[in-house]
């Protein structure tokens, strides 16, 4: 079975920064498309960031210049590197196996993000 694991928020001042991870199993990790989400309370849950196997990068406007998705194949690891944070980052953040742009339903336990003053 699939199996994501987030770890790494934390709560920080408008402007910190953060690096989530999130280690993924029950995979060939290589060959998909991983995908950050983040859903804030009341909201819906939002693709912030995606990465392909191949390493291609896709952004949402709100977090674009701020934040930089990555992967390490072969830790089957994905991250989240989130600069210059504002409170309205704030939000649990989860990951997801991407397929046709969409995720397939899986998801971790989620990592929350808290950015305050």
């Known amino acids: 079975q699939v199996q994501l694991v987030e770890s790494g928020g934390g709560s920080v001042q408008p402007g910190g920064s953060l690096r989530l991870s999130c280690a993924a199993s029950?995979?060939?990790?290589?060959?998909?498309?991983m995908g950050w989400y983040r859903q804030a309370p009341g909201k819906q849950r939002e693709l912030v960031s995606s990465?392909?196997?191949?390493?291609?990068?896709n952004y949402a406007d709100s977090v674009k210049g701020r934040f930089t998705i990555s992967r390490d194949n072969a830790k089957n690891t994905v991250y989240l590197q989130m600069n210059s944070l504002k409170p309205e980052d704030t939000a649990v953040y989860y990951c997801?196996?991407?397929?046709?742009?969409?995720?397939?339903?899986?998801w971790g336990q989620g990592t929350q993000v808290t950015v305050s003053s």
């Open positions: 029950g995979i060939i990790f290589r060959m998909y498309t």
């Open positions: 990465i392909t196997g191949g390493g291609s990068t």
């Open positions: 997801s196996v991407n397929v046709g742009g969409v995720s397939i339903g899986y």
